[in-house]
């Protein structure tokens, strides 16, 4: 594909993506030429079960990947192309930083994105995930960018996604006012 029109996500775990840039995809949804490419460093599978909920036959991380595909399906518009990376929930910070960035940056060759969002330096919520994948899509990103193939001029820093507080203070770096280019 030439990559004109494509939406790349990088997150760490299901329902980053939702509520980091769903309305994005939402706005473009109805667009032919758009294409949404979601990467998910990790399924979920360490999070915390509500003990009001019965106990699950599967595992959890199992049932966050249904979840996941069904909201997409809700939302109307699934991912084009939808990327597990599979490393272990709550430890991603843990896995040797030039392997993740290869990983990301493989899709982000591959793909061509024009933009490319994903966790700014705060992890959003503090996260070490977050903040590792936010790590890695910025190195993989950062690298591609000074590649020779890369055609430099077109292409900008990565969206950091935040919260509409966060978008808004123009205090933050990170802030949708203080980057003009976004
Ligand atoms: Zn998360």
Redesign the pocket.
């Known amino acids: 594909m030439d990559g004109s029109r494509c939406l790349a996500l990088v997150?760490?775990?299901p329902?980053?993506d939702a509520y980091g840039l769903a309305g994005t995809v939402a706005l473009h949804e109805h667009d032919p030429g758009f294409r949404f490419v979601l990467v998910h460093a990790t399924d979920?599978g360490a999070g915390l079960i509500d003990p009001a909920y019965p106990p699950a036959s599967q595992d959890l991380g199992s049932i966050r990947r249904r979840e996941m595909d069904a909201a997409w399906i809700a939302h109307g518009r699934p991912p084009d192309r939808h990327e597990w990376l599979d490393y272990d929930d709550g430890a991603v910070n843990q896995v040797p930083f030039a392997e993740l960035v290869e990983r990301i940056g493989g899709i982000l060759a591959q793909e061509r994105p024009d933009v490319v969002a994903t966790f700014g330096p705060e992890g959003l919520?503090a996260?070490p995930?977050?903040i590792a994948v936010g790590a890695a899509t910025d190195a993989a990103f950062t690298r591609r960018r000074s590649g020779p193939a890369a055609p430099a001029a077109r292409l900008r820093p990565p969206l950091h996604v935040g919260t509409l507080e966060q978008r808004t203070d123009p205090a933050r770096p990170e802030a949708v006012g203080s980057r003009p280019d976004v």
């Open positions: 997150v760490a775990h329902d980053d979920g919520t996260h995930d977050h």
